[in-house]
């Protein structure tokens, strides 16, 4: 499974940025998705992950309220909706996929390369 994130950018404070993550390759069978981040110096941290058929929902309790992850298993994509955006949110993004494992954990078995994503104050 190869993935592919998109969407990252710079925005100010408050604004808002949508992260897709498109799956490609032995997508036939279910994957579990994740997002993490990694700030500068520090080490990378789970942010979001929704279950294969998009019934369970997982969220840092710093993001909580302020994204929304979401899944169109027809065209294998996983979608990250950033609102309120904050400076502390400043961070390489990344998804991730397994076939058995949804949760916070960095477990997951194929990641993608990640997007920059930069919010000013």
């Known amino acids: 499974v190869q993935l592919q994130a998109s969407g990252g950018g710079s925005v100010q404070a408050g604004g808002s940025l949508r992260l897709s993550c498109a799956a490609s390759g032995h997508t036939s069978t279910g994957y579990a998705m994740g997002w993490f981040r990694q700030a500068p110096g520090k080490e990378r941290e789970f942010v979001s992950a929704?279950?294969?058929?998009?019934?369970?929902?997982y969220y840092a309790p710093s993001v909580k309220g302020r994204f929304t992850i979401s899944r169109d298993n027809v065209n294998n994509t996983v979608y990250l909706q950033m609102n309120s955006l904050k400076p502390d949110d400043t961070a390489v993004y990344y998804c991730?996929?397994?076939?058995?494992?949804?949760?916070?954990?960095?477990?997951?078995?194929?990641w993608g390369q990640g997007t920059q994503v930069t919010v000013s104050s």
């Open positions: 991730a996929a397994d076939r058995t494992y949804v949760g916070t954990a960095e477990r997951y078995e194929y």
């Open positions: 929704i279950s294969w058929r998009g019934t369970k929902a």
